[in-house]
């Protein structure tokens, strides 16, 4: 083995090199990826109402149009995980951008309400990949305020909500809710055209034993970020960990580099690893995240426009009730922006786990005076209460997931969470929006909170905490 001072790791020449104008400029190409991934997801409050009153949907049928765009996340999340961690981020990117660019104008041609089904689920598979792009940037970013730089993604993310909003109100009145789908697909042509001019990921490439390709990109930008690489030859931290440690130290490398992966193979590797107890607590977390955290963007829709029926008041100002929605979703929309402020300043300083903690108790605290019926503003302040804290602690939990799995199976690993979690997706229009229409608010509202208290028990039991650790790359089967 080479002296140590003239070798360097990735993380350290990541580290030399900073977080500079190249990383700035990957942040904004990642961004234009969540904004858009946003904007599909926050139309959900707005299509399913005018559908319906077009096309004479029952709430069941209203509800589906939500229901199976979770469904294809389902299945998109661990299949671009997968794609991206057997043919690279940059290969992932490009497919996710074309196949929701495609999929998000052909929905505001639907010419029945089936096929407007089929195409917001093969809408919902595509963006189910906006876990590449995060997967892509952390493995530009050094290890000090990781956290803090990929919560920066969440700006990204809240102004794709506000802005949905937004044109929403502007929009749909006078044009439809066609034009609507329309016009929130182009964020993901932007996407599309930029992923043409992004390089692939160093990390990923230097796993693959692809080491000159690896350094290219590292001069690269370094030259962009008018730093110097480390002087030495670059090797892996696995070289440099077997190096510094007991040969006898139990555990086997399992190199991606020589290994073939396949579809089922990476499921299996998880757990034949030191993290199958980790990876259960995830698909467990991202369901009961999800399901609550839609659960709060549906309420807010369904508590505005379902509150009169359910208090059998009259409404002659039908105009009226329609501009208080979109005033409602937009006010819960804002309410990002705190939370986002608030997952900064916890995450890098207390860490993941306590973060999530504590998030997760302060959104409980605010759903559970929902189980009785309030006027619109104590309604509206409590949901965006709810929705600020549950929001930061599922951004926590998706930085979480990507730095607890190491490269080779980052963005499968991650994905297939995400899939599970979109289980919770596909569930909660069902029930919250059927619940609260149905009159049931109470019960809905004791549902979230069950929820709500398993997802703050799990993050109890996680194993690692990854505030400042180093990523791996390989993944280590343990002795039995």
């Known amino acids: ?45 707005f299509i399913g109402p005018a559908v319906k009153s077009e096309w004479s949907l029952s709430p069941t049928e209203e509800s589906l149009l939500s229901t199976v765009v979770f469904g294809g996340m389902l299945i998109g999340a661990y299949f671009w995980g997968f794609l991206a961690d057997t043919y690279g981020r940059r290969m992932g990117l490009r497919c996710i951008t074309a196949v929701t660019v495609v999929a998000g104008f052909l929905s505001s041609f639907s010419p029945n309400y089936g096929s407007l089904l089929v195409l917001r689920c093969l809408l919902g598979f595509a963006v189910a990949g906006g876990h590449v792009f995060g997967s892509w940037l952390l493995e530009f970013i050094p290890s000090s305020n990781r956290g803090a730089w990929m919560l920066s993604l969440l700006i990204f993310w809240i102004l794709g909500e506000v802005f949905e909003a937004s044109i929403a109100w502007i929009i749909m009145p006078r044009l439809g809710w066609r034009w609507l789908l329309a016009l929130s697909a182009t964020p993901s042509l932007i996407a599309l055209i930029l992923s043409n001019f992004i390089p692939e990921s160093p990390r990923y490439l230097h796993m693959k034993g692809k080491t000159n390709e690896t350094l290219r990109i590292l001069e690269k930008i370094a030259l962009i970020n008018r730093k110097d690489l480390p002087a030495g030859c670059l090797v892996s931290d696995q070289e440099m960990v077997i190096d510094e440690e007991d040969s006898t130290s139990e555990g086997t490398l399992l190199p991606s580099s020589i290994k073939k992966t396949t579809f089922l193979k990476s499921i299996f590797e998880l757990f034949s690893s030191d993290l199958w107890g980790t990876t259960l607590l995830l698909w467990i977390l991202h369901f009961t995240f ?64 306590l973060s999530m903690e504590i998030l997760t108790l302060f959104g409980l605290i605010l759903i559970l005076p929902l189980s009785s019926h309030q006027n619109q503003i104590v309604t509206t302040a409590l949901l965006f209460g709810a929705r600020m804290f549950l929001f930061a602690a599922f951004s926590t939990l998706t930085i979480y997931a990507k730095e607890v799995y190491p490269t080779c199976v980052r963005a499968s690993g991650s994905g297939l969470a995400i899939s599970m979690g979109r289980i919770g997706g596909m569930i909660c229009p069902l029930m919250a929006v059927g619940l609260v229409r149905g009159c049931h608010q109470t019960a809905a509202v004791v549902m979230f909170g069950i929820v709500i208290i398993m997802s703050g028990i799990c993050v109890m039991f996680f194993k690692f905490e990854t505030k400042g650790r180093v990523l791996t790359d390989n993944i280590v089967i343990t002795a039995r």
């Not at 080479?2 to 104008?21: C, H, N, Q």
């Not at 807010?300 to 979703?329: F, I, M």
């Open 1 to 45: 083995m080479e002296d140590r001072s003239s070798v360097y790791t990735l993380d350290e020449a990541l580290s030399t090199l900073g977080f500079g104008k190249f990383q700035s400029l990957a942040l904004v190409f990642t961004g234009v990826g969540w904004f858009s991934e946003a904007m599909e997801m926050n139309l959900l409050s």
């Open 290 to 353: 999800t399901f609550a955290y839609y659960g709060v963007v549906l309420m807010t829709s369904s508590l505005n426009s379902g509150s009169n029926e359910c208090e059998s008041k009259p409404n002659n100002l039908e105009g009226s009730k329609d501009a208080s929605l979109y005033v409602s979703v937009f006010i819960a929309c804002l309410a990002e922006f705190p939370g986002f402020l608030i997952a900064t300043i916890l995450v890098d300083r207390i860490g993941r786990k």
